[in-house]
């Protein structure tokens, strides 16, 4: 049953709903022009030529004291000129019978900026987080509001709808974007909104008389995803990057930095970032780890995927305080996807009101809860922010298989981190005008790997400067263990024999060597694809697409403390059962074949194929 068939002819034909039928490409810039007019002129508006609303939209574009209205006017009426003159009075009449309200209410469900053929750099909020931040940040009605980084709705209008006396200051990426909120601030009868149209990066708008900056008690704000700008454009003005400089690639957290720097030394704000801000070296690292040695950072909610129409990828909620009290020096990190706490749909999931209420509980209440929250010290969160890597879990999914997990019998193994028994050598980071199809050196990938761990070696590229002494410490030795660190993670592949050819390693994978005597190889590369290691693998890896194992990580590898005497019984133990399963994979081969053999000659194949030794 379709959407309209769940309401009367009456109503169908009244509702905002039936200008889909024109294109919302054309129905909503109409709707928007009649939701201005209603606004400026507030009286009935009777027209009766496309001409006379033009005229009407000019009319309050030139008597408004907000500046940036002609973009919407041109908006406006340049679809008006693309329209028959009897769509276009359909849309009008429709609209002209509702509210402002109404109509930016509507605006805002049905919006998508594919419809325009562009994509602004804002992605469509999502409501329940929206009014997770709210409860999070505690705005009281006396307190002011900033959202640098604002789209037409989100967080501010929620606000807005409750106390349309809240002081809201808003700043946006591009003009029309700024009219839509303004749009939307005036259809909720907002008092005390205040909007500017600059990327924040550039620089922030909201100045007082005396040239200085305006600092506010609380912010939310959801910074564009995949947002690059030229570093040279940046501007540091107001000292609001002063955790560091920001450059293309970190622009996210470019975006942070200006919103801590335009609060006062009580603010609180609350932040959406993707995973890939939580981790990952340079800039970016260096400024995130600013910030947290800073003592900013409050809490970290994660959510699953979903969660925001215009990106589907795993969400994060930061919440930062400029004057911590029970938490200084501490950091709250929760996994919000749980039982009852999210509502899932095709289109994008959001959070149930219990799910709300239990996040909003564990913020004001910080505590350690299995497979929920964890507190850790600032000082242990240096090397990533990801709440995987802290929120101890009583159940995995590992190779497809799921398993509960005794967590005092983990925590009692003895075990001892990798990098005290190991070298770990970096693979060779491969460029492509290094390769040399003559040369004797060669480069291994994870894809040159057989399925029965050998290299095949056919498969293999050269690389230029073989007699290159800096290329000997990437070269692969017998008794080597081979371990990915991207991509395909936690592969591992022992190398039995040294290498027909001198081979190299390429930079998704590390070389592993024993130290010394106390640790066999083989056990060392059984154990690294034992189950323990596949766990922990799972509770340390980032990446956004990619997975990573950070260098820091994979030195902390927890390695059971083993005999020399227990090692070897286990390698014995697996070369025999491994031989044992190699024959009877062999005989399964062959009956396979005779199997095969027996259907041939019973449909009487032999007799017209004859195969090739």
């Known amino acids: 049953m379709g959407y309209t068939s769940l309401i009367r002819k009456d109503d169908w034909m009244n509702s905002l709903d039936i200008v889909g039928q024109y294109g919302l490409s054309n129905a909503l810039p109409i709707l928007c022009g009649v939701a201005l007019i ?153 008092k005390n909104v205040k909007i500017y149209n600059q990327n924040i990066l550039i620089g922030p708008k909201y100045i ?95 959510f699953p995927e979903r969660f925001f129409v215009d990106a589907l990828i795993p969400i994060n909620l930061m919440v930062f305080n400029n004057h911590k009290t029970d938490m200084k020096n501490k950091i709250l990190f929760i996994d919000a996807n749980q039982p009852g706490w999210i509502q899932k749909s095709k289109v994008n999931n959001s959070l149930t009101s219990k799910g709300i209420e239990k996040i909003v509980d564990l913020t004001k209440s910080p505590r350690d809860i299995p497979n929920i929250s964890k507190v850790k010290s600032i000082d242990e969160c240096q090397d990533t922010l990801m709440v995987n890597k802290y929120v101890i879990k009583n159940h995995v999914s590992l190779n497809g298989k799921e398993y509960d997990l005794n967590l005092t019998a983990l925590a009692q193994r003895k075990t001892i981190p990798i990098k005290e028994i190991v070298n770990i050598q970096r693979g060779f980071n491969m460029m492509r005008n290094k390769e040399d199809k003559d040369s004797q050196l060669k480069v291994v990938k994870i894809s040159d790997f057989t399925e029965d761990g050998k290299i095949n070696y056919a498969a293999l590229t050269g690389v230029k400067d073989s007699r290159t002494k800096d290329l000997n410490e990437y070269q692969i030795h017998e008794n080597d263990i081979i371990f990915s660190v991207r991509g395909s993670l936690g592969k591992a592949f022992f190398i039995e024999t040294e290498p027909e050819n001198p081979t190299i390693i390429s930079s998704n994978m590390v070389i592993i060597r024993p130290k010394n005597r106390d640790i066999e190889p083989k056990w060392l590369y059984l154990y690294l694809n034992s189950l323990f290691t596949k766990y922990f693998l799972k509770k340390t890896e980032s990446g956004t697409t990619v997975s990573i194992l950070t260098f820091r990580d994979l030195e902390n590898l927890p390695i059971a403390v083993c005999s020399r005497e227990k090692q070897e019984e286990m390698i014995d133990f697996y070369d025999k059962k491994n031989e044992q399963i190699k024959i009877l994979q062999n005989k399964l081969q062959m009956e396979e074949a005779s199997l095969e053999f027996q259907l041939d000659k019973m449909f009487g194949s032999d007799k017209v194929f004859s195969r090739k030794e």
Not at 39 to 64: A, G, P, Y
């Open 38 to 190: 209603k606004i400026e002129k507030k009286e009935k508006n009777d027209i009766n030529r496309k001409q006379d609303f033009i005229t009407l939209l000019d009319e309050v574009v030139e008597r408004s004291k907000f500046k940036l209205l002609p973009e919407l006017k041109n908006w406006v009426t340049l679809t008006c000129a693309s329209l028959d003159d009897n769509i276009f009075f359909s849309i009008y009449n429709v609209a002209n019978r509702h509210s402002a309200l109404d109509i930016m209410d509507y605006f805002n469900k049905v919006i998508n900026w594919r419809i325009f053929g562009t994509r602004l750099h804002s992605i469509k909020s999502n409501e329940s987080l929206s009014k997770l931040a709210i409860s999070i940040i505690n705005l009281n009605k006396d307190e002011t509001f900033l959202d640098p980084v604002a789209t037409k709705e989100g967080a501010w209008l929620q606000i807005l709808k409750k106390n349309p006396n809240q002081r809201i200051t808003l700043q946006t990426f591009q003009p029309l974007e700024a009219c839509l909120a303004y749009l939307n601030a005036k259809a909720n009868h907002g």
């Open 208 to 302: 007082n008389e005396n040239k200085e900056l305006i600092h506010f008690d609380s912010s939310i704000a959801a910074p564009p995803l995949n947002l690059r700008i030229p570093s040279n454009l940046i501007n540091n003005s107001y000292n609001l990057f002063k955790y560091g400089e920001i450059g293309s690639t970190s622009t996210v957290w470019g975006f942070v930095s200006s919103i801590l720097g335009s609060l006062n030394k009580n603010g609180r704000a609350a932040v959406f970032l993707a995973n890939g801000s939580l981790f990952g070296a340079g800039n970016r690292k260096r400024v995130r780890n600013n910030v947290l040695r800073d003592d900013k950072i409050e809490a970290i909610i994660s």
